[in-house]
T-cell receptor
Framework: AQTVTQSQPEMSVQEAETVTLSCTYD???????LFWYKQPPSRQMILVIRQEAYKQQNATENRFSVNFQKAAKSFSLKISDSQLGDAAMYFCAYRSREGYIDNYGQNFVFGPGTRLSVLP | GAVVSQHPSRVICKSGTSVKIECRSL??????MFWYRQFPKQSLMLMAT?????????EQGVEKDKFLINHASLTLSTLTVTSAHPEDSSFYIC???????????FGQGTRLTVV
């Protein structure tokens, strides 16, 4: 079974600065998806960024980028020019690619989360 | 992006009663929906996988007779918490998979409080 670990329960960053959130995972599969989700106080899960394991290029979305190290099974999220609205819980998640499992599953496996505070 | 509507967003019920939570995919067909539970300051834990037209698959430790899941159509899955007790108070989130694009989307979540 896959596992996702986030070793930083809490992080803080000064507004306009850069912060990196860590994530490691364990899997025996060779092709899969990795995600970062943001959960603000409203509790709505918001997709921040997605990475397909077969793609070597790191995904980027505006101020958000990842450092995907497949061999090391590491998937960190970098937030540049941090804004007050970035304050939230951030969850790293793993999902199998279709065809790798014998059911319709493809559920997410979530890490424990990192609470990010942005200081004005 | 695709929209998943979860209703109600908040519900308070008395101990011993049942509560139904709905999860609808508004602009796509979802052959598979997932139900998660999230305790305060914790991560999302998968409770069950709901497949349209068939019985749900429950994760180990989740009582299927207590958490009834029905996925009667391609756009609707329901979770019924039967004979709710205070320990069932939690945040419940659904996710629906759009098979046409291989992507899953989350509902807004339901905060259940059992008093």
């Amino acid at each position: 079974a896959q596992t996702v670990t986030q070793s930083q329960p809490e992080m803080s960053v000064q507004e306009a600065e850069t912060v990196t959130l860590s994530c490691t995972y364990d899997t025996s599969e060779s092709d899969y998806y990795l995600f970062w989700y943001k959960q603000p106080p409203s509790r709505q899960m918001i997709l921040v960024i997605r990475q397909e394991a077969y793609k070597q290029q790191n995904a980027t979305e505006n101020r958000f980028s990842v450092n995907f190290q497949k061999a090391a099974k590491s998937f960190s999220l970098k937030i540049s020019d941090s804004q007050l609205g970035d304050a939230a819980m951030y969850f790293c998640a793993y999902r199998s690619r279709e065809g790798y499992i014998d059911n319709y599953g493809q559920n997410f496996v979530f890490g424990p989360g990192t609470r990010l505070s942005v200081l004005p | 992006g695709a929209v998943v509507s979860q209703h109600p967003s908040r519900v308070i019920c008395k101990s011993g009663t049942s509560v139904k939570i709905e999860c609808r995919s508004l602009d796509f067909q979802a052959t598979t929906m997932f139900w998660y539970r999230q305790f305060p300051k914790q991560s999302l834990m998968l409770m069950a996988t709901s497949n349209e037209g068939s019985k749900a698959t429950y994760e180990q430790g989740v009582e299927k007779d207590k958490f009834l899941i029905n996925h009667a159509s391609l756009t609707l899955s329901t979770l019924t918490v039967t004979s709710a007790h205070p320990e069932d108070s939690s945040f419940y989130i659904c996710s629906a998979r759009d098979r046409s694009i291989g992507e899953a989307f989350f509902g807004q979540g339901t905060r259940l409080t059992v008093v």
